[in-house]
């Protein structure tokens, strides 16, 4: 309720003091036995492993109840499992932009004034910088949206059964492309996502919404949910929050519900894609409130979201090029 205040009211001094005082209040009614969460998460649980091809236990006891779940033996038999890399994409689309920005978990407690610069280079630049060891991190891209027939290397039939066939007109992929150790720092969002690890590996941290008060979310009017705390290295209260990890390996599909935080963290040279849409039913389900707060964003708002043609990555770019010039 204060982080709703909070995101009506933000011109009120009282609002984030009385939602961090809140927040500890909480965290002190929970047993200290939950403190000490590992640096490398080793005591959270473990998300929970499926056969991808069992769709009816995925959909009955994980999508519907907004559960994470990771979906094994699914991705491996598609055609971007052998032919996906970065010399792939380098090669077939070389001009395309790519859109940098730092979201990365280092960041996170840096003013916007001493991070990265937003800046955007070509594919195959990017590429190219990324097997030279650079450390940039290509996230959300619309490659996918714009260039259709990477669809062909996807089994969209599964990802439309496993989402919802009426999901069709609110579906959006996204790329993520990056080396070993590049990583994007706690956030969440509204819609429903099953992300396919298709080359190298990467590890999440997981944690539903109802453990919001421990995260103590930046309130800045934005369609994104942003937090400071690490999954990695969890510190005061944000020792006591409950949630999963996981490695997914190439060809996994991990499911992440509706506005529920993650971070990650590549172990290797990577890409996965995320397969995004928006259910009305599973984003009420998991928080009203949080739908309300997007509905109402103006930083930017859903409607300026739209006009950039759901590019994310751009997006966000302009939400952090914003912040560096307050």
């Known amino acids: 309720m ?106 996170r407690k840096l003013a916007y004034t001493d991070g990265k610069e937003t800046k955007t280079v070509s594919l195959s630049e990017f590429v190219e910088s990324m097997n030279r ?9 619309p490659i996918l949206d714009q260039h259709p027939e990477l669809l062909n290397d996807m089994g969209v039939d599964w990802l439309m059964s496993a989402s919802n066939n009426r999901a069709k007109g609110s579906i959006k992929h996204q790329l993520f492309m990056g080396g070993a150790r590049t990583s994007t720092q706690m956030h969440c969002a509204i819609g429903s996502n099953l992300f396919i690890q298709i080359h190298g590996r990467k590890q999440w941290w997981i944690y539903s919404n109802k453990n919001s008060p421990l995260l103590e979310p930046i309130v800045d009017r934005s369609v994104f949910f942003r937090s400071q705390v690490s999954g990695e ?37 990577n890409i996965g894609v995320g397969f995004r849409w928006f259910s009305l039913a599973s984003i009420l389900k998991v928080s009203p409130a949080q739908f309300l707060m997007t509905l109402t964003a103006n930083n930017p708002s859903v409607r300026e979201a739209k006009k950039q043609n759901q590019n994310f990555a751009k997006v966000y770019a302009e939400l952090l090029e914003r912040e560096r010039m307050k």
């Open 233 to 269: 290295n969890p510190e005061g209260n944000f020792k006591k929050a409950d949630g999963w990890t996981v490695i997914l390996e190439p060809g996994d599909v991990l499911y992440n519900p509706p506005f529920f935080w993650h971070q990650t963290r590549s172990i290797d040279t």
């Open 133 to 141: 060891g650079g450390n940039d991190y290509a996230r959300l891209l």
């Open 2 to 107: 204060l982080w709703l205040f909070e995101h009506f009211f933000s011109s009120s001094k009282n609002a984030p003091r009385l939602r961090r005082k809140l927040s500890d209040s909480l965290s002190a009614k929970i047993p200290n036995e939950l403190e000490g969460i590992g640096e490398n998460g080793e005591n959270h649980m473990p998300v929970p492993e499926i056969d991808g091809l069992k769709l009816e236990e995925f959909i009955k006891n994980y999508r519907k109840k907004s559960r994470p779940v990771v979906l094994k033996n699914v991705a491996s038999s598609w055609p971007l499992f052998k032919k996906w890399n970065p010399e792939f994409f380098a090669e077939q689309y070389p001009d395309d932009p790519v859109i940098l920005f730092d979201a990365a978990i280092e960041s």
